[in-house]
């Protein structure tokens, strides 16, 4: 076999299943890192609880992603699964639980646990992991890659798998890096932007607000007064703007249509309640109770710190009472239960995002075996891609996927490599 190892760039979700992959089936492999540590971007996931993957069928999980993205996926997803990975996990003792939105989580421990049950994996098999050891650059010859620069420092190899992420969280190691050294091995890399990200409201927020969080609501986007997207879920208000589950999980969208223009948001409060019975209960409420505040029933559905700002959109004082609700006052409160605004998107911050959308083109990789279509002996996986699924777990299957297929790849061309050199000796 050639003494040239694989070399992995970038420890994060994609980049371990590539290295302990590789390795499984025999392949040296070197798994370089920038960090002092790996799997930095698994440790933050999930509030540091780590959503691991999502529960149920893998072409239900498919559905989750655009059509382009979930085709390219399929056959990685099928090659390992969600339970392919929750199955490595209890290898090592580490059990999960699923939660009711599908969503599945260690049971007893956190995203360090998931880590550090990663790195086994790679100490079993004989990885060398060089940790702060940050590429510069791949080198390549002619359309074959030649090597990985870390530092002064030529690695030379035939295989070179990019695992190195996006450039969300840029503080976790992921700087947009491959993305550079992709164009200049050939590639298209698609427009990035924002996704999974919080954004930032026009007007601003009031101070007061940071740290408020709505339950359980739906938060939607218009453009030109259209729906251009929506989602259900939490939502936290920050200093500048919102952030959640919900606000995450219609980033996407809103980053790529404001380029068109203004977009406006707007949350239902409560979303399990039409616009009728709701008008019904507020009426029903008034005659019951005509001399309590109007301020009580919406402190029923709303923090108490967000009553006064709901009630003002509608135009009603703190003070009303039930009797002197009248109609036009009740339809206003409905409205804006249901649609209260909370001004346009001012901005998408793509550095505080989970992952971004765009990445070199997937036309340009087989999905078969992540090899690239441009560059001999270079391997694409994880955020690198130009992928990106919604909030639930779905990206670091995408990740552990696409890197499980590009180890196992690049191993096995590896492989055939050195047996036709040792027959050519012969």
Same mark, same amino acid.
């Given at each position: 076999?050639?003494?040239?190892?694989?070399?992995v760039?970038?420890?994060?979700a994609?980049?371990?299943l590539?290295?302990?992959?590789?390795?499984?089936?025999?392949?040296?492999?070197?798994?370089?890192?920038?960090?002092d540590r790996?799997?930095?971007?698994?440790?933050?996931?999930?509030?540091?609880?780590?959503n691991? @993957?999502?529960?149920?069928?893998i072409?239900?999980l498919?559905?989750?992603?655009r059509p382009?993205?979930?085709?390219?996926l399929?056959?990685?997803?099928y090659r390992?699964?969600?339970?392919?990975?929750?199955?490595m996990?209890?290898?090592?003792?580490?059990?999960?639980?699923?939660?009711p939105?599908?969503?599945?989580?260690?049971?007893?421990?956190?995203?360090?646990?998931?880590v550090?049950k990663l790195?086994?994996?790679l100490d079993e098999?004989?990885?060398?992991?060089?940790?702060?050891?940050?590429?510069?650059?791949?080198e390549?010859?002619k359309?074959w890659? @030649?090597?990985?620069?870390?530092?002064?420092?030529?690695?030379?190899?035939?295989?070179?798998?990019?695992?190195?992420?996006?450039?969300?969280f840029?503080?976790?190691? @992921?700087t947009?890096?491959?993305?550079?050294w992709?164009?200049?091995l050939?590639?298209?890399?698609?427009?990035?932007r924002?996704a999974?990200?919080?954004?930032?409201?026009?007007?601003?927020?009031s101070?007061?607000?940071?740290?408020?969080a709505l339950r359980d609501?739906?938060?939607?986007?218009?453009?030109?007064g259209?729906?251009?997207?929506?989602?259900?879920g939490?939502?936290?208000f920050?200093?500048?703007?919102?952030?959640?589950?919900?606000?995450?999980g219609?980033?996407?969208e809103?980053a790529?249509k404001?380029?068109?223009?203004?977009?406006?948001?707007?949350?239902?409060?409560?979303?399990?309640i039409s616009?009728?019975?709701?008008?019904?209960?507020?009426?029903?409420?008034?005659?019951?109770?005509?001399r309590?505040?109007?301020?009580?029933?919406v402190?029923?559905?709303?923090p108490n710190?967000?009553?006064?700002?709901?009630?003002?959109?509608?135009g009603?004082?703190?003070?009303?009472?039930?009797?002197?609700?009248?109609?036009?006052?009740?339809?206003?409160?409905? @409205?804006?239960?249901?649609?209260w605004?909370?001004?346009?998107s001012?901005?998408?911050?793509?550095e505080?995002?989970?992952?971004?959308?765009?990445?070199?083109a997937l036309?340009?990789?087989?999905p078969?075996?992540?090899?690239?279509?441009?560059?001999?002996?270079?391997y694409?996986?994880?955020?690198v891609l130009d992928v990106a699924?919604p909030v639930?777990?779905?990206?670091?299957?995408?990740?552990f996927?696409?890197g499980?297929?590009?180890?196992?790849?690049?191993?096995?061309?590896l492989?055939?490599?050195?047996?036709?050199?040792?027959?050519?000796l012969v």
């Amino acid at each position: 076999m050639t003494r040239d190892p694989i070399v992995v760039i970038g420890a994060g979700a994609a980049g371990i299943l590539a290295a302990w992959r590789a390795a499984s089936l025999g392949a040296p492999v070197v798994l370089v890192e920038k960090n002092d540590r790996i799997g930095i971007k698994i440790l933050i996931s999930g509030g540091g609880k780590c959503n691991v @993957t999502h529960d149920g069928p893998i072409e239900d999980l498919l559905k989750a992603f655009r059509p382009n993205e979930a085709r390219f996926l399929r056959p990685s997803f099928y090659r390992f699964t969600n339970q392919d990975i929750v199955e490595m996990l209890a290898r090592r003792g580490l059990g999960v639980y699923t939660r009711p939105d599908g969503r599945i989580f260690p049971s007893d421990g956190t995203a360090k646990d998931v880590v550090a049950k990663l790195g086994q994996f790679l100490d079993e098999v004989g990885v060398r992991v060089r940790l702060k050891s940050g590429a510069t650059g791949v080198e390549s010859n002619k359309g074959w890659v @030649t090597g990985v620069r870390v530092g002064n420092e030529l690695i030379s190899s035939s295989s070179v798998i990019l695992a190195v992420g996006g450039s969300s969280f840029p503080g976790a190691g @992921t700087t947009g890096d491959g993305f550079t050294w992709a164009r200049e091995l050939g590639h298209t890399v698609v427009k990035v932007r924002a996704a999974l990200a919080p954004i930032f409201l026009q007007p601003q927020p009031s101070e007061d607000w940071a740290g408020v969080a709505l339950r359980d609501c739906v938060l939607k986007a218009r453009q030109n007064g259209k729906e251009i997207a929506r989602w259900r879920g939490d939502l936290l208000f920050t200093h500048r703007g919102i952030s959640g589950p919900a606000v995450l999980g219609i980033s996407r969208e809103v980053a790529e249509k404001r380029e068109r223009g203004p977009v406006s948001l707007e949350v239902d409060l409560v979303p399990e309640i039409s616009y009728e019975d709701l008008r019904d209960r507020i009426l029903k409420s008034t005659r019951e109770h005509p001399r309590r505040l109007i301020k009580s029933f919406v402190e029923e559905i709303a923090p108490n710190r967000l009553v006064e700002p709901i009630l003002g959109t509608a135009g009603i004082e703190a003070s009303t009472s039930g009797a002197y609700l009248n109609q036009k006052d009740r339809n206003r409160l409905v @409205t804006t239960l249901k649609a209260w605004s909370l001004g346009h998107s001012h901005h998408v911050y793509l550095e505080k995002g989970e992952v971004v959308a765009g990445g070199i083109a997937l036309d340009e990789v087989d999905p078969q075996t992540m090899r690239s279509r441009i560059c001999e002996g270079l391997y694409v996986c994880g955020e690198v891609l130009d992928v990106a699924g919604p909030v639930g777990g779905y990206n670091l299957q995408a990740a552990f996927s696409t890197g499980y297929v590009a180890g196992e790849t690049a191993a096995l061309d590896l492989i055939t490599k050195a047996r036709r050199d040792e027959e050519y000796l012969v």
